[in-house]
């Protein structure tokens, strides 16, 4: 089978690769369409040890299954599905809260398995939800970063905002307010130093675009509230700087959500923090319901992750990767199809 190959350190290759062998709770799935995450970018770029090559990358996938495993009862030969990428282990104490998504020994598809910039991918069958016919497979791929953003909202229900900043208009950041939208029906505005992007997050249904190369992105926000500062603030880029920023656009009392992984250290005034009674939240990935949710917001059209997006052909994948790491002009996001 094609496989895009990350072979060594700055090295990608188009190559063939074995057909995987099942195991007995397990699906072959022939893959019919997989995004490219900001974090195989990263991986790629600044030699990661998160993901150490030889492996072939790719976590943001669907597609048909195409042969079942003995022990698998729910699929069934030409069905369609999406991928939640994280394995558990079901066992650890994480687990047994039912809390999947942060298992203690979770193994995500393109870091400790087998990813899917392939054209076949072994998957168990518990990581597999239904594809609706409404979703076309380049919607459904990107099912896993849109469900981060549903995760992130109600991770901050609590809070019940009304105003809300996202510092990124990347992919992540966009799929950010995508659900807040859709779901919190908060107010939202968008800071990046792409004005291309804050263009598209605009048009997504921002009430403003803020151009962080020129603007100060802590007075609009200050602006857009009143003085007060917003409810919520949503790093999705994560450096030490926009970490800073996210706790200075918002009001006593809010949450900065963090779910950029740019850098992993920071430098603070805690008591900026404490006196205010302001939260820091950390977020990973999804849970099931969140995926739940996602598929029925992009089933009833309610979001669109994929205007703004491009999409190629797996043998185009090494000069895609190359492209998007670049990040110019118009690109923010690509898909790569079978």
């Keep these: 089978m094609k496989s895009l190959l990350y072979a060594d350190w700055n090295r990608l290759e188009l190559t063939t690769a074995p057909i995987p062998q099942l195991r007995h709770d397990e699906v072959l799935l022939k ?24 492996l072939i990358m790719g976590h943001e ?13 729910n699929s069934k030969i030409g069905e369609r599905k999406i991928v939640i990428p994280i394995v558990p282990c079901y066992n650890c104490s994480t687990c047994k809260r039912k809390d999947y998504h942060l298992c203690k020994n979770r193994q995500l598809f393109g870091m400790h398995r087998m990813g899917a910039f392939a054209e076949y ?14 979703i076309s497979a380049q919607e459904a791929c990107l099912t896993e ?73 802590v007075e609009i ?33 809010g949450a900065a959500v963090w779910i950029g992984l740019h850098g992993n250290e920071i430098n603070l005034k805690s008591y900026d923090v404490t006196l205010p009674e302001k939260q820091v939240i950390g977020t990973y990935s999804a849970g099931f319901k969140d995926y739940e949710t996602t598929v029925q ?14 999409c190629y052909n797996l043998t185009e994948g090494v000069d895609v990767f190359h492209k998007m790491l670049l990040a110019q002009g118009t690109d923010i996001k690509a898909v790569l199809t079978n």
Excluded at 31 to 54: F, K, M, Q, V, W
Excluded at 187 to 211: C, E, F, H, M
Excluded at 240 to 252: C, D, V, Y
Excluded at 300 to 308: G, L, M, T, Y
């Design 31 to 54: 893959i019919h369409a997989c995004g490219i995450c900001g974090s195989e970018l990263e991986t790629y770029n600044n030699r990661s040890l998160r993901r150490t090559p030889p």
């Design 61 to 73: 996938f669907c597609g048909e299954v195409v042969q079942v495993g003995e022990e698998v009862v």
């Design 221 to 253: 926000a200050k602006i857009f509230s009143d003085r007060e500062g917003v409810d919520v603030v949503v790093d999705a880029v994560g450096s030490s700087f926009t970490k800073k920023l996210s706790l200075e656009a918002l009001r006593a009392g």
């Design 145 to 217: 970063p849109m469900a981060n953003g549903v995760h992130l909202v109600n991770l901050t229900k609590h809070i019940d905002p009304k105003r809300v900043l996202i510092i990124g208009a990347g992919p992540i950041g966009l799929m950010c307010q995508l659900a807040f939208q859709s779901i919190s029906e908060a107010q939202v505005i968008v800071s990046d130093l792409n004005p291309y992007r804050t263009a598209v997050a605009t048009k997504l249904g921002a009430k403003i675009g803020i151009n962080a190369a020129s603007e100060d992105t």
């Design 297 to 310: 917001l992009m089933r009833d059209k309610k979001v669109d992750v994929f205007s703004w997006v491009d």
């Design 121 to 134: 991918v072994n998957v168990p069958e518990k990581c597999l939800i239904d594809w609706p016919e409404e």
